[in-house]
């Protein structure tokens, strides 16, 4: 929302732009707001507190995400790493009939964990020595950036979920 208000304003009327602005301003605050309360929340809760210090000793993991995993994803730690996968929206599915074989694809899950999981990612593939070697093998492997991004995300995850699981921080073999 905030965004929209953002592009409203590059061409919005002089007359109105004021009145955007002011709203901008109010929908920082309550973002602002938000994130504390989640932040409090977190804190607060020893569960929630050790999942959050599981999922940030992974390099690329910050506190967008490791919040966003365990406010949108109870089920991380509990399902398996397909499951967990699929849920998200970052697991291939395979488009084959008969004897045609089709492209696979990602489809459904839960968008708002998979675009803040997407930027973290990002992240990774710079960061992370596990998740960089991996995007650069697919790379070197022809595989469009994009695609080797999701592969990528969906190891990330899976590696997530494993942490959780197994209630053990992240460690280079």
């Not at 991380?76 to 929206?89: D, F, K, P, T, Y």
């Not at 395979?94 to 459904?108: E, I, L, Q, V, Y």
């Not at 596990?130 to 190891?155: N, P, T």
């Amino acid at each position: 929302m905030r965004l929209s208000e953002q592009n409203r304003l590059d061409t919005a009327y002089p007359s109105a732009q004021k009145s955007i602005r002011h709203h901008i301003r109010f929908l920082e605050r309550q973002i602002k707001d938000t994130d504390t309360e989640i932040g409090s929340r977190i804190k607060e809760s020893e569960t929630w507190r050790q999942a959050d210090l599981l999922l940030q000793s992974v390099p690329g993991v910050g506190p967008t995400l490791s919040s966003t995993l365990i406010t949108d994803l109870p089920e991380l730690g509990i399902l398996s790493n397909r499951q967990i996968a699929a849920l998200v929206g970052v697991a291939p599915f395979a488009r084959d009939t008969g004897r045609s074989t089709g492209k696979r694809f990602c489809k459904g899950g839960r968008n708002s964990i998979r675009r803040v999981l997407y930027m973290a990612t990002i992240a990774a593939t710079r960061f992370n020595p596990i998740i960089k070697e991996h995007y650069q093998k697919l790379c070197s492997y022809g595989k469009l950036k994009k695609v080797a991004l999701i592969a990528c995300a969906r190891k990330l995850l899976v590696t997530l979920n494993a942490i959780v699981r197994n209630n053990r921080a992240w460690q280079v073999k």
